[in-house]
């Protein structure tokens, strides 16, 4: 049972868009920032987002990132059949003093 | 561009000690940012294991009861992973990584190692 809530799958036609979510709560999304990560099998995770918004040098823009609450989201845009892998959010929790990651969202390109 | 990669046995028996280490190239440990261990078991998510700094302080997942060791050897620019009294539940992908702090952003990963609990 992951702190981090996200949905086991989510999928869409090549081009299209997809938002995948991330729930959490007052200690860990609430109070930090939040990352997300791009996992193909047999790779290392790959960095998309960080500090909720913020795309490192070489991620496309069709990469976006935002936080309410206790909720953050990645956003996908002109899907390619290369996005197919699974999606990760992850931050810090302040009362457990611990780094926590969602169980992952399995994107599916149709 | 900073590379990691991790090292040690692929295989280790039940109620033993698994030990990794992971190798930083490009970047020195000294220089700051926290070193991290996650995990991802067959068909389930990542894991945060623990990290530790410099200077050797250290958070670590109290999940994992007490188990882990993490520690740095800056001459090396190298950070270990003990988990002791393993079980078949620890078998996983165990990956290193460089930490911005105590934050949830991990920007620089090795490529995983594998690691099986055998009976």
């Known amino acids: 049972q992951s702190v981090l809530t996200q949905p086991p799958s989510v999928s869409a036609a090549p081009g299209q868009k997809v938002t995948i979510t991330c729930s959490g709560s007052s200690s860990n999304i609430g109070d930090n920032d939040v990352s997300w990560y791009q996992h193909l099998p047999g790779t290392a995770p790959k960095l998309l987002i960080y500090d909720n918004n913020e795309r490192p040098s070489g991620i496309p823009d069709r990469f976006s990132g935002s936080k309410s609450g206790t909720s953050a989201t990645l956003g996908i845009t002109g899907l390619q059949t290369g996005d197919e892998a699974a999606y990760y959010c992850g931050t810090w929790d302040s009362s457990l003093s611990i780094a926590v990651f969602g169980g992952g969202t399995k994107l599916t390109v149709l | 561009q900073v590379q990691l990669q991790e090292s040690g046995p692929g295989l280790v028996k039940a109620s033993e000690t698994l030990s990794l280490t992971c190798t930083v190239s490009l970047y020195s440990i000294r220089s700051g940012y926290y070193w991290g261990w996650i995990r991802q078991p067959p068909g389930k998510g990542l894991e945060w294991i623990g990290s530790i700094y410099r200077g050797g302080n250290t958070f670590d997942n109290p999940s994992l009861k007490s188990r882990v060791t993490i520690s740095v050897d800056t001459s090396k620019n190298q950070f270990s992973l003990r988990l002791t009294s393993v079980t078949a539940a620890d078998t996983a992908v165990y990956y290193c990584?460089?930490?911005?702090?105590?934050?949830?952003?991990?920007?620089?990963w090795g490529q995983g190692a594998l690691v099986t609990v055998s009976s």
């Open positions: 990584a460089r930490q911005k702090g105590t934050t949830g952003k991990f920007d620089y």
